[in-house]
């Protein structure tokens, strides 16, 4: 057991044991050694200073216990400290009985004292305390450690003495914010609190002392509970006459407390009350508890603070929270006349970047809204300096691919690659090789700065007053057809149209890369610099499936004979799922499962990828597929399996599948096809 024991103990403990076990101390006094140790204990050797405490700890006198207690007064580590707390376990009760009887000091001995009180047992503290109590009660100036001593040691019978002290105005004001702090540590370390009810703390929130009053808030704030006196909060945060101290306090425990009185009581204060600075702590305080609720009250603030200090206060206890600068970038981004002082727009921007913080989306929106042209456009100059140099250096385009095709973003549903994908933005193909990369981060992060040629929106208002906002798709003598922002095209008749404007925003949101940390960003812009440049990320090159269809296949199906539906169902049915290659022309895996997520993968017989080849006239096409253990069938009939094949085809479209085996999703598929071209949409 005692090699187990070496592997857990500190060494100097370890080298003990072994000594104990060899020579075990005789137990019962063996005083005549004392005046030996009272010199070990002394000794500037730590491991002799710990010898001498394990050895006085065999010996049950006052005077051993003294001599222990001493050892504070020399340097201690870990292990000294460990050692004379088992020493003082052991030899407690004669060590309360000589406090008892007088024959232990704790005057000048309070750091001892203290020590010996942690050490024992809680209801050997709670005796020794309520001992010491009773024969020196608690003094007008609270002299001595003993207000601390009960906050560190005191069970709830001791924290009820202090507490009611405190009530009965037994205290000076000195002595009793020492007493409310030492409640609120008992209840913050230990979980300790006075017996009984507590809900008198409200009382002592009238106080004419700020001191005692900011004790009170701050007990509260822990203690959580003010029963009928929880109005009195409010009250105090929004007094004209209140202390800022103190109205600080109000707010930071009314946030503690939190529930639905707390935040009734905040959104109140944030929008009524008439100095600015309560409205600010408020919608911090609120927003911490219900970052949605605040969200009103913060955008009028960003309105209204004139005060550039007071508006650094402001975002410096906003921001913090989690998601508030991201919800009040949205919040501003979602209102194009969202107009925001000159003060706070600059306080909030330096804030936001302020320590290690970097909350872009909101510096951005902040410079934007606040309507110093000069100062927005300079800082947008920066920011987006500053991303395009680290894509540069730290940006990767392979993992970026996959940035630009996660569903959240939806880049996909919007833009085409070598044709595949959406048709409300602009072709990607080439932007890599086409624009500088500073263009392509402006575009992203501010799609409002520059908005492309031909992609102006339009905003078409009905004679029923219906609005339609998109790009121009067509337009004729009869009607217009505005292609929006989900890629749907909507014909509105010319006879029907009361008003045409054009748009001032791009149909671009502004705020999409919010889901994405600094990295994710990087990877992204780097990701679309290579497209259209040679390698990986060339699309130009056409011969290889890019439009995929995915189909799960489950017993099920098979029960209900649905074996033929991959051949005749169009691609608009449920049971396909859209899905695009990689630039480079495979679908990977991770894509494959994306698209596929929504399925239970119990009872999956076959997983079907799906595409169409369009030929202008009949051919004999050589395919090749990539991924193993795949299958390639067209029109209803197996062709062939991984690697090279061919057959003849009709002109006209066919329908291929590669199937897979649900249990062994190779890493990629790729399709080639030596002639026509596949279908993108
Ligand atoms: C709701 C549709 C939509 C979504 C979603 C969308 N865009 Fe756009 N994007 C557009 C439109 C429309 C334009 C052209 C107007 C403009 O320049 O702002 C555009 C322009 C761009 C441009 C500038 C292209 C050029 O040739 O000037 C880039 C780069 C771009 N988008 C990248 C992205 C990326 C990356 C994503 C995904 C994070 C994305 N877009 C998501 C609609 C969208």
Not at 559 to 582: A, T
Request: proline share 5%; hydrophobic share 45%.
């Amino acid at each position: 057991m005692l090699p187990r024991l070496l592997n857990r103990l500190p060494v100097y403990a370890a080298v003990l044991l072994a000594m104990a076990a060899v020579k075990p101390p005789v137990q019962g006094a063996d005083e005549s050694r004392l005046p030996i140790l009272e010199k070990l204990i002394q000794d500037p050797s730590p491991k002799v200073r710990l010898e001498a405490l394990r050895t006085l700890s065999k010996i049950p006198t006052a005077r051993s216990a003294e001599l222990a207690l001493g050892s504070l007064n020399l340097p201690m580590d870990s292990t000294l400290d460990y050692a004379l707390w088992l020493t003082i376990n052991d030899l407690s009760e004669v060590w309360i009985d000589a406090l008892k009887s007088g024959a232990w000091k704790a005057e000048g001995r309070e750091k001892q004292l203290e020590f010996a009180l942690r050490s024992i047992k809680p209801e050997q503290a709670s005796r020794v305390l309520s001992q010491a109590l009773a024969s020196n009660p608690l003094t007008q100036d609270g002299r001595g450690p003993w207000i601390e001593l009960i906050g560190t040691a005191g069970t709830e019978r001791e924290l009820r003495v202090l507490f009611e002290q405190i009530l009965q105005k037994g205290f000076d004001d000195a002595a009793a914010a020492r007493a409310l702090k030492a409640l609120a540590d008992a209840q913050r370390l230990r979980k300790a609190k006075p017996s009984g009810s507590t809900i008198d703390l409200g009382r002592l929130l009238e106080g004419t002392s700020d001191s005692i009053t900011i004790g009170a808030l701050q007990l509260a704030a822990v203690w959580k509970d003010l029963g009928p006196h929880f109005p009195k909060l409010g009250q105090i945060a929004s007094a004209p006459g209140t202390s800022p101290a103190v109205r600080s306090a109000a707010f930071q425990t009314l946030r503690a407390i939190g529930g639905a009185g707390a935040m009734e009581t905040l959104s109140k204060l944030a929008t009524e009350s008439a100095s600015s600075l309560a409205r600010s702590q408020a919608t911090a305080a609120l927003a911490a508890l219900d970052l949605n609720r605040a969200i009103d009250p913060a955008i009028a603030l960003t309105k209204s603070l004139i005060d550039e200090s007071e508006a650094v206060n402001f975002w410096r206890s906003l921001l913090p929270i989690k998601g508030a600068g991201k919800a009040i970038a949205s919040a501003l981004n979602g209102d194009p006349k969202a107009k925001v002082s000159a003060a706070a727009g600059r306080a909030g921007m330096r804030v936001a970047r302020e320590g290690g913080r970097s909350d872009l989306e909101l510096v951005t929106a902040l410079a934007l809204a606040s309507g110093q042209a000069s100062d927005s456009q300079r800082f947008n100059a920066e920011l987006v300096n500053d991303l395009t140099t680290k894509a540069n250096q730290k940006g990767d385009p392979s993992r970026g691919e996959f940035v630009y095709r996660r569903q959240d973003l939806a880049c996909v549903t919007c833009h085409a690659i070598g044709g595949a994908g959406g048709k409300v933005g602009p072709d990607m193909t080439s932007i890599g090789a086409s624009a500088p990369l500073d263009y392509l981060v402006e575009s992203v992060v501010l799609p409002n700065v520059k908005i492309k040629e031909g992609f102006h929106s339009i905003v078409l208002t009905s004679r029923s007053g219906d609005e339609y906002t998109g790009t121009l798709a067509r337009e004729d003598t009869q009607e217009v057809v505005l292609r929006n922002a989900a890629g749907l095209e909507q014909a509105v008749a010319k006879s029907d149209v009361a008003s045409r404007v054009n748009g001032t925003l791009s149909l671009m949101p502004a705020g999409l890369l919010e889901p994405l940390n600094e990295q994710e960003q990087l990877d992204l812009f780097a990701f679309m610099s290579r497209l259209g440049k040679p390698g990986d990320f060339d699309a130009s090159r056409g011969g290889v499936a890019r439009r995929w269809h995915l189909n799960v296949f489950t017993h099920t199906d098979k029960q209900h004979g649905k074996d033929n539906d991959i051949w005749v169902k169009p691609w608009s049915d449920k049971m396909w799922m859209p899905i695009y290659s990689l630039v480079s022309g495979s679908l990977t895996q991770s894509l494959i499962q994306e698209a596929a997520r929504r399925n239970v993968w119990v009872g999956t017989m076959a997983i079907s990828a799906a595409t169409e080849l369009q030929l202008a006239t009949p051919a004999t096409v050589q395919f090749k597929l990539a991924g193993p253990g795949t299958e390639l069938l067209i029109d209803g009939k197996v062709i062939g399996a991984t690697g090279a094949s061919s057959t003849a085809l009709t002109a006209g479209n066919h329908r291929i599948v590669v199937r897979l085996d649900p249990r062994q999703i190779p890493a990629f598929i790729r399709l080639e096809a030596s002639e026509g071209s596949f279908v993108l949409n």
